[in-house]
């Protein structure tokens, strides 16, 4: 793509639309125009013109002047029709949806090679957060150990209010409803699917791993309570909703899970909607990234940026995918968790490797033990609305991960 | 530049050439080796065979077959002779040092033009924080209002001790000396010179400004006593070094100053030797950035990061420099300051433009007043041992740059 005029076709006019929209307006000097925006309501009330506006797909994906789609809807399902159609006409792509991102990958990978034709997707990771092209382009030849953070703002805001000002879970997050934070439907959210989406894109950019949604953890924040929150108090710890992917050896493992956050790590630092990102590197050491993660002007403005880099023909280059040594996903990561509960015998006890704590009162029990990551993903226990996870720490030499390594070395070897 | 294998003439192996030497050891998958290393002293004991080192310069400009001069010697004069010949050699260069590349920025955008050939210096801003390559590539289109921060990590370091420990600043700075952090001729470091350096390339590539190093005020902190850091403390706030460089309309002001730090800044977070940075733009609000400033590994891997950005053609487009709209370096920002002194003579009250509140006692004395960058800058009254000056805020709506606002507008209008 050229330095010339870039055309766009943008589909979705509500919240990132919008503020595409008017981050486009008020920024000089790039070179892209609005030619027409296709919604699903043609009777809504609009801030544009009626003839930017058409409920009619093809006028944007069957329109040749048009250069670039920009996907903005809240439809996975339908944006994964669009974006499929607009790389197969060799159109270049921009998505803020993490949902349809994450779920379709591979496919996405593959059409990008095959169309030659890039997609960019900057805005559905961390809103405003370069992160996606920090761990692409800066951190490619650097040995990454670990990226993790906090990848959802709504949650985020849940979790400060909590802990802030004592809030309920309920009462928080209908604030963030009200604010605009919290997706229609919650469970997205607060269920941890969000994040796990992100934290998915984000293990291909830091990592070179493919893995499907559904094969990683997650744990979401709607089963806490102010006892989960006073313990953490007493520890001079946060609860976060952390989503976290790690490398050791050649295994990858990844989950998304509530976690005490200890005093001098600079997530505790992460406020209400922001988000906030730590990345280790062998070198390099921490290095943390912080900033609105969503929104609608942020989220505009880190579409914008990847309209613009179409400007200047970047794309990813995908380069870990195509590192010699091929990395394998891993749940065989044994994490120390708190686990709260009502009733002893909703746990699957034998789950655990060992509980090196419990505590028991009339109104309060909770245990601290070791469990494989793949044992919680099996379960279906610790979805009872009574019991809470929390995780403590990561396991350091995961018996069964050093098990694997071994294997690994015996076969290099042989 | 094309993916080959690239063949690295080395300039120094200090701190940061023995970092980037380890950390292109470890580092699988880039595409660059180590021909030869000049250094200073022959006799010296090495980690390397001495089949890699040379004393003579030529022994790598000449050489046709490196590509790319890595200059990493803490001699800032015979620096700029070794890049300047390397560029006009048509060798691609990667550098760590800021004096250097700030003295002469003007002199190096016209030999990369010339030569056509790249000069990368990630590593020269903020160690290991990918801040020039976010700003050149992340943030060109966004409306960025102002880049500010920590940007010398033993400043840091001492201010920590400071007020965590309660320690003397000569202590501090011993110990700072001691672990590594500060530059034998500590002036650099504790005079604010370290950081202006960095906000002069940080101004370049935030906003397409080019500012010679002495027109910009630093003022160190080496006048900074216990007293200073008590009313800080009052005030629950902290005294850090800040770099800062801010966009109101067409004028850039910059400076680097104490500041008074509030609990809700992120900035305040940031310990010891690290470094952080906070970017402020009109859509995506404020992100941050933070990392080791410093250090052997840290640093050699962002030197690594750029040389492996050459393996892939990248060069610094200086886009916002190419920009219609031209910034014009502006001194005329008002500044609330708080002002320490023992002798109220030693003062020069006419330079203020407001006094807001003095404080009088037997051995401890205050003002907190407005005054005029360009005035601070001008003076040497501020340089007298028993003075300390802290930035309280910078003062919105500053008369005097309104005034060229105005101006300019009846200019471009006329
Ligand atoms: N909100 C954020 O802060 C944020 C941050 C990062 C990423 N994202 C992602 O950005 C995307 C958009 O989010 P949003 O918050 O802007 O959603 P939204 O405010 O609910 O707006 C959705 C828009 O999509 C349109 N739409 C829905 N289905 C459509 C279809 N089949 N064809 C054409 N248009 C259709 C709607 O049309 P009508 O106007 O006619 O109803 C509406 O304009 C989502 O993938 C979201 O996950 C959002
Ligand atoms: N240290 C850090 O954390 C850090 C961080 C960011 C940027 N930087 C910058 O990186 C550069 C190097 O810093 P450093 O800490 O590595 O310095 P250093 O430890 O003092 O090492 C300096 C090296 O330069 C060599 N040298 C000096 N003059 C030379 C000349 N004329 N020709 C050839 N070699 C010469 C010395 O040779 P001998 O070994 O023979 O004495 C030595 O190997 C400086 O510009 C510094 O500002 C440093």
């Given at each position: 793509?050229?330095?010339?005029?870039?055309?766009?076709?943008?589909?979705?006019?509500?919240?990132?639309?919008?503020?595409?929209?008017?981050?486009?307006?008020?920024?000089?000097?790039?070179?892209?125009?609005?030619?027409?925006?296709?919604?699903?309501?043609?009777?809504?009330?609009?801030?544009?013109?009626?003839?930017?506006?058409?409920?009619?797909?093809?006028?944007?994906?069957?329109?040749?002047?048009?250069?670039?789609?920009?996907?903005?809807?809240?439809?996975?399902?339908?944006?994964?029709?669009?974006?499929?159609?607009?790389?197969?006409?060799?159109?270049?792509?921009?998505?803020?949806?993490?949902?349809?991102?994450?779920?379709?990958?591979?496919?996405?990978?593959?059409?990008?090679?095959?169309?030659?034709?890039?997609?960019?997707?900057?805005?559905?990771?961390?809103?405003?957060?370069?992160?996606i092209?920090?761990?692409?382009?800066?951190?490619?030849?650097?040995?990454?150990?670990?990226v993790?953070?906090?990848?959802?703002?709504?949650?985020?805001?849940?979790?400060?209010?909590?802990?802030?000002?004592?809030?309920?879970?309920?009462?928080?997050?209908?604030?963030?409803?009200?604010?605009?934070?919290?997706?229609?439907?919650?469970?997205?959210?607060?269920?941890?699917?969000?994040?796990?989406?992100?934290?998915?894109i984000?293990?291909?950019?830091?990592?070179?791993?493919?893995?499907?949604?559904?094969?990683?953890?997650?744990?979401?924040?709607?089963n806490?309570?102010?006892?989960?929150?006073?313990?953490?108090?007493?520890?001079k710890?946060?609860?976060?909703?952390?989503?976290?992917?790690?490398?050791?050896?050649?295994?990858?493992?990844?989950?998304?899970?509530?976690?005490?956050?200890?005093?001098?790590?600079?997530?505790?630092?992460?406020?209400?909607e922001?988000?906030?990102?730590?990345?280790?590197?062998?070198?390099?050491?921490q290095?943390?990234?912080?900033?609105?993660?969503?929104?609608?002007?942020?989220?505009?403005?880190?579409?914008?940026?990847?309209?613009?880099?179409?400007?200047?023909?970047?794309?990813?280059?995908?380069?870990?995918?195509?590192?010699?040594?091929?990395v394998?996903?891993?749940?065989?990561?044994?994490?120390?968790?708190?686990?709260?509960?009502?009733?002893?015998?909703?746990?699957?006890?034998?789950?655990?490797?060992?509980?090196?704590?419990?505590f028991?009162?009339?109104?309060?029990?909770?245990?601290?033990?070791?469990?494989?990551?793949?044992?919680?993903?099996?379960?279906?226990?610790?979805?009872?609305?009574?019991?809470?996870?929390?995780?403590?720490?990561?396991?350091?030499?995961?018996?069964n991960?050093?098990?694997?390594?071994?294997?690994?070395?015996?076969?290099?070897?042989?």
């Amino acid at each position: 793509m050229s330095n010339n005029i870039l055309k766009l076709g943008i589909f979705g006019f509500g919240c990132v639309g919008q503020g595409l929209h008017n981050v486009l307006s008020q920024t000089k000097g790039i070179n892209a125009s609005i030619e027409k925006i296709c919604i699903k309501h043609p009777d809504k009330e609009r801030s544009l013109p009626a003839s930017y506006f058409t409920t009619d797909p093809s006028d944007i994906l069957d329109n040749a002047d048009i250069d670039v789609v920009v996907e903005l809807i809240d439809d996975a399902e339908a944006a994964y029709h669009i974006v499929k159609s607009a790389l197969i006409k060799g159109k270049a792509v921009v998505s803020a949806n993490k949902k349809l991102i994450a779920e379709h990958l591979e496919e996405l990978l593959f059409l990008q090679s095959k169309y030659q034709t890039p997609l960019l997707y900057e805005g559905a990771v961390c809103g405003s957060i370069p992160i996606i092209r920090n761990l692409e382009e800066y951190y490619d030849n650097d040995l990454l150990n670990s990226v993790s953070g906090i990848f959802n703002g709504s949650t985020n805001y849940i979790l400060s209010k909590m802990k802030n000002e004592g809030l309920d879970f309920e009462v928080a997050l209908k604030e963030a409803q009200e604010k605009g934070f919290a997706e229609s439907d919650p469970t997205l959210d607060v269920g941890g699917f969000d994040p796990k989406y992100k934290l998915c894109i984000t293990l291909l950019h830091a990592f070179g791993l493919l893995v499907r949604p559904e094969n990683i953890l997650n744990i979401g924040i709607q089963n806490l309570n102010d006892q989960d929150v006073n313990y953490a108090n007493q520890n001079k710890q946060k609860i976060k909703l952390i989503a976290h992917g790690q490398k050791q050896g050649q295994n990858i493992s990844a989950f998304v899970l509530p976690t005490f956050i200890n005093p001098d790590n600079p997530l505790i630092n992460v406020h209400n909607e922001f988000n906030g990102i730590l990345v280790e590197s062998a070198f390099a050491n921490q290095q943390f990234f912080g900033g609105k993660g969503a929104g609608s002007d942020p989220t505009g403005s880190a579409v914008l940026s990847d309209i613009s880099a179409l400007t200047y023909g970047y794309k990813y280059e995908y380069k870990k995918l195509h590192q010699t040594t091929v990395v394998t996903y891993s749940t065989q990561q044994l994490l120390e968790v708190y686990v709260r509960y009502n009733d002893k015998n909703a746990v699957q006890w034998t789950d655990f490797e060992s509980i090196n704590q419990s505590f028991e009162s009339e109104d309060y029990n909770y245990v601290i033990g070791n469990i494989y990551l793949e044992q919680l993903l099996q379960e279906e226990w610790q979805l009872n609305d009574n019991i809470s996870i929390v995780l403590k720490a990561i396991v350091e030499d995961s018996p069964n991960i050093v098990q694997e390594k071994t294997n690994n070395a015996v076969v290099e070897t042989a």
